[in-house]
Every structure is written in C-alpha cells, then in structure tokens.
C-alpha cells in the first residue's frame, strides 16, 4: 500500500517568517494530495489541495508544490502568523475499488512565535 | 464541517462493555471513514465503506465494528476486546473526487 513520511514533526519560526513542511509518497499511482490543519482538540480542516496534474497552487499566503517524478510535495506558509499554530497534516489519495483511499502523514506541530 | 455529525462529544466505557459512536452525514457521500488518534499521532484508519451495505477493514480494525446500512450512516462499536481504546475517534467522509470532510470528534475514556 501507499507509504506517507512527513518531515519535520515539529517546527518552530518567528511570526512574518516562512514554514515549509515536506512530504513523501511511495505509490506512483496517487493522484491526490490535500492538506489539512488541525487545532488542539479539533477536527482536522482543509486548508490547500493539489491534483497530479498540477505542479504547484497558491492560497493568500498559503502554497503547496508537488514533484511527481521525486513523489513529494510540500507545504509552503508565508508570513506566518500565531493563529497559524497548529497540527498540519498531508495526504495522498489513490483510487481503490469504486472510491479512494487516504493515506496520512504522521504530522508536524508548527508554533509561531510572536 | 457542519455536514458532519458525531456524537457523543465525550464517551466514557466501562471494563467489559461495548460502546457505540455515531456518525451521520448529509453531504451525499458515498464513501465514509473512522480514524483513531492518539495524542501527538497522526490519523490510524479503522474502517472505511465505500457503498451502502459494503465496508472494508483499516489498518487498525481488531476490536472495531460498524455497519452501513444508510448511506447516512455509519456507526463504529468499539467492542470489549478492544483493550485500549482511550482515544479520540474521528469520522469523514468523501464524494468520488473530492477531499475527506471530518465530524467534529468523540472523545473516548475508560471509566
């Protein structure tokens, strides 16, 4: 089955500055990749997606890129701000029978620091 | 996402006694999911059903039940053989193409 390593587990940056959060896949078929934030307590949120054919999308200050050849794609937040703290998670999706299947990241903790 | 309810918010279970986790959604999914999450981990997938009538195990499904008897619907029974169970319980769900929307969680103790 389809193998997500997520790097860093934990970040830490100083408010305005950028976070960047990597992630891996293992299974060329995977033609989906969502991110989700989650607060403390919460249920984890959409906050960006991207499909396999494309190579990069942008939210306000929010990005994700995708390397199909290498099988990773990263996270990008810029000008971080506190209310940016959080658990954020990637995804990747594969079609198994007549729906899809979800494979998650084991997170990164990201804390800005004001 | 209000498309998505679970309940209850907290549930506490005794030694011995199986315990019943709602999960409802009004999104018109076809597909629905339960994870576990333990402190400071990422989502563990217990079970998932793609159709009415038909569901398939996760990673994780010894000590788990569910049904999907409604398209609506998909309770998750975390029965007695399930020996560590404290852990916070989160449904989703997905159209064919889309991302996974997730219930707001139910938080499971042992008394």
């Known amino acids: 089955g389809e193998n997500v390593e997520q790097h860093p587990s934990t970040l830490s940056v100083q408010e305005g500055d950028s976070a960047v959060i990597k992630c891996t896949y293992s299974?060329?078929?995977?033609?989906?990749f969502p991110w989700y934030k989650q607060e403390l307590g919460k249920r984890p949120q959409l906050i960006i997606d991207i499909r396999s054919n494309v190579g990069e999308k942008k939210d306000q200050r929010i990005a994700v890129t995708l390397n199909k050849t290498a099988k990773h794609f990263s996270l990008h937040i810029t000008e971080t701000q506190p209310e940016d703290s959080a658990v954020y998670f990637c995804a990747a999706s594969i079609k198994e029978g007549t729906g899809n299947q979800f494979y998650f990241g084991t997170g990164t903790s990201l804390t800005v620091i004001p | 996402d209000g498309g998505i309810t679970q309940s209850p918010k907290y549930l506490f279970r005794k030694e011995g006694q199986n315990v019943t986790l709602s999960c409802e959604q009004n999104l018109n999914h076809d597909a629905m999911y339960w994870y576990r999450q333990d402190p400071g981990q990422g989502l563990r997938l217990i079970y998932y059903s793609q159709i009415v009538n038909d569901f398939q195990k996760g990673d994780i499904a010894e000590g788990y039940s569910v049904s999907r008897e409604k398209k609506e619907s998909f309770p998750l029974t975390v029965t007695s053989a399930q020996k560590n169970p404290t852990a916070f319980y989160l449904c989703?769900?997905?159209?064919?193409?889309?991302?996974?929307?997730f219930g707001d969680g139910t938080r499971l103790s042992i008394l």
């Open positions: 299974d060329s078929a995977s033609n989906y």
């Open positions: 989703a769900s997905t159209s064919r193409k889309g991302p996974q929307h």
